[in-house]
């Protein structure tokens, strides 16, 4: 007994054809992206958010950063008399976006965002200072 193809016979007539023509005129399942986007859904851990006037410097963030994502590091000697402390510095390209430092920041001062374009060619600007230096805000 001889095996056939599946397109030969019926099934190619009853099954395949019409799946085809009705592919054809249907909409895609994919989006234009980045003409257009699927909705982020709520919970979604993008970029991190940073509020250096919110921030104990307790540095629980650093501590349980299973990546060792977060550094506490001191402010330019600019900002050192309002923020004398340590800050912590997040490095996007090593962070794992876990959100533990949100949950145990006492707070509020590190929030994830729903922000997902992260891609660049630059590895320094996947670091995020506690106060942004002033080559990124211009």
Same mark, same amino acid.
């Given at each position: 007994?001889?095996?056939?193809?599946?397109?030969?016979?019926?099934?190619?007539?009853?099954?395949? #054809?019409?799946?085809? #023509?009705?592919?054809?005129?249907?909409?895609?399942? @994919? @989006?234009?992206?980045? !003409?257009? =986007?699927?909705? #982020?859904?709520?919970? !979604?851990?993008?970029?991190? =958010?940073?509020?250096?006037?919110?921030?104990? =410097?307790?540095?629980?963030?650093?501590?349980?950063?299973?990546?060792?994502?977060?550094?506490?590091?001191?402010?330019?000697?600019? !900002?050192?008399?309002?923020?004398?402390?340590?800050?912590?510095?997040?490095?996007?390209?090593?962070?794992?976006?876990?959100?533990?430092?949100?949950?145990?920041?006492?707070?509020?001062?590190?929030?994830? @965002?729903?922000?997902?374009?992260?891609?660049?060619?630059? =590895?320094?600007?996947?670091?995020?200072?506690?106060?942004? @230096?002033?080559?990124?805000?211009?």
């Amino acid at each position: 007994m001889a095996v056939q193809p599946i397109w030969i016979g019926d099934k190619m007539k009853t099954e395949v #054809i019409p799946k085809i #023509i009705r592919n054809m005129f249907s909409k895609p399942i @994919t @989006t234009r992206f980045p !003409y257009e =986007s699927n909705p #982020i859904p709520d919970g !979604y851990r993008g970029e991190h =958010s940073f509020d250096i006037d919110k921030c104990r =410097s307790c540095s629980l963030c650093s501590k349980i950063c299973p990546n060792r994502a977060i550094q506490m590091v001191e402010v330019p000697a600019e !900002y050192k008399d309002k923020y004398p402390k340590k800050y912590p510095k997040i490095d996007l390209g090593k962070c794992c976006f876990c959100a533990l430092c949100q949950d145990i920041c006492p707070s509020g001062a590190i929030k994830l @965002t729903k922000n997902f374009f992260l891609s660049t060619f630059d =590895s320094s600007d996947v670091i995020k200072d506690p106060i942004p @230096t002033k080559e990124k805000n211009a």
